[in-house]
């Protein structure tokens, strides 16, 4: 565990409760959407957790069939909400 030093008034906790989706089960949600492990720089999945003010979102970075950067948005059920690919590939 590390402890931030320094102010933490923009930050909000998240309830390890909240975090029911883990990666395994999003690599396997990647996989069923055509998104593959990058490679390169960015080698292999990688994953955020986002929270607005409403949501607890989730995200895993790889790569789709065109080699191009692509994010999938999840709710903690795995639900997929979106995708966002970017225009350059990973290679």
């Given at each position: 565990m ?10 909000e906790?998240i309830?390890?409760s ?7 089960n999003?690599?396997?949600i ?10 390169g720089?960015?080698k292999?999945y990688?994953?955020?957790?986002i929270?607005d ?5 989730f995200?895993v970075?790889g790569?789709n ?5 692509t994010k999938?948005?999840m709710?903690?059920?795995g639900?997929v ?11």
């Amino acid at each position: 565990m590390r402890t931030v030093q320094g102010d933490i008034q923009d930050f909000e906790i998240i309830p390890q409760s909240d975090l029911i989706l883990d990666s395994p089960n999003m690599v396997q949600i990647a996989i069923k959407n055509d998104v593959k492990p990058g490679e390169g720089w960015a080698k292999g999945y990688h994953f955020n957790v986002i929270k607005d003010h409403q949501a607890l979102f989730f995200g895993v970075i790889g790569q789709n069939k065109y080699d191009m950067m692509t994010k999938l948005y999840m709710d903690k059920t795995g639900k997929v909400l979106g995708s966002e690919t970017k225009n350059e590939g990973l290679k």
